[in-house]
């Protein structure tokens, strides 16, 4: 065993947590190399590679859902902005949809999105514009009925402007709760990803009218230094 010249061993040196540091490369800018360091380093990153989810968002609706039971078994989901699919991942297991042992309910996962994924064991995944006329009426003929959840993790495209970005997302927000308001079952629950900006104003008033529950939350897996939060709205009025 190694030790110092005071005769202390040095074993421990493996215990500390080591960050990688990126080093810059010709062709990426600053801000992508702090990224990628970011995310090397990140332990939600690491824990999703680990447990087969395809992002670090899976434990955002994990956490979420821990908190207010919205993913039960024999649920029926609807995930808008379902790409890469790492809430439908969840969603699968907690509605019991490939049918664990135990007598539980089996539900119904349902993810749409602008551009294709890949197949996830248990969901239904299509592509389809939320905004598009009738989507409604295609979301419940897929689902066979109305949905117990809307969850969505929609983000704008980002125009590198603060403002905009967040007036953008809680546009893309309203659009969700609107759709949510048509296929939504009596006591059903809205969850979505809001940025902290001060324009959320009118979005938590339209939810207060139609919801009994609405909570604003930031979950731990959700980057401190990010302004995004969720609202989760329970109790549909119908």
Same mark, same amino acid.
């Given at each position: ?5 005071t005769g202390k061993n040095t074993s421990g040196r493996g215990q500390r947590d080591l960050k990688v540091k990126v080093k ?14 970011? !995310? ?25 859902? =821990?908190?207010?039971?919205? *993913?039960?078994?024999? /649920?029926?989901?609807?995930? &808008? ?16 949809? *490939?049918? %664990? ?11 749409? #999105?602008?551009? %294709?994924?890949?197949?996830? /064991?248990?969901? %239904?995944?299509?592509? &389809?514009? +939320?905004?598009?006329? #009738? ?29 905009? #970005?967040? &007036? ?10 609107? +759709? ?7 006591? @059903?629950? +809205? ?10 104003? #009118? ?5 207060? !009218?139609? +919801? ?12 401190? =230094? ?6 989760? /709205?329970? @109790?549909?009025?119908?």
């Amino acid at each position: 065993m190694a030790k110092t010249p005071t005769g202390k061993n040095t074993s421990g040196r493996g215990q500390r947590d080591l960050k990688v540091k990126v080093k810059s490369a010709r062709g990426r800018t600053t801000s992508s190399t702090r990224w990628l360091q970011r !995310q090397l380093n990140d332990p939600y990153v690491k824990r999703a590679q680990s447990e087969g989810y395809r992002g670090r968002a899976a434990f955002k609706i994990m956490e979420l859902d =821990d908190k207010y039971r919205f *993913l039960v078994p024999g /649920a029926r989901i609807v995930d &808008l902005g379902a790409a890469p699919g790492g809430w439908c991942q969840v969603a699968v297991k907690r509605c019991n949809v *490939l049918g %664990e042992k135990g007598g539980k309910s089996v539900g119904s996962i349902l993810g749409i #999105d602008l551009q %294709e994924m890949e197949p996830i /064991a248990g969901c %239904e995944l299509h592509v &389809l514009d +939320f905004m598009a006329d #009738d989507a409604d009426i295609q979301v419940k003929e897929w689902l066979g009925g109305t949905a117990d959840v809307v969850m969505s993790d929609m983000a704008a495209s980002s125009s590198g402007h603060k403002q905009t #970005d967040h &007036l953008r997302i809680i546009a893309l927000c309203e659009a969700a709760a609107y +759709f949510a308001f048509d296929v939504l079952e009596e006591g @059903g629950t +809205f969850v979505a990803k809001v940025l902290a900006g001060g324009a959320e104003g #009118d979005l938590q008033k339209l939810l207060k !009218q139609r +919801f009994n529950k609405v909570a604003n939350i930031k979950p731990p897996s959700s980057r401190s =230094d990010s302004s995004e939060k969720f609202v989760v /709205a329970t @109790g549909f009025r119908g």
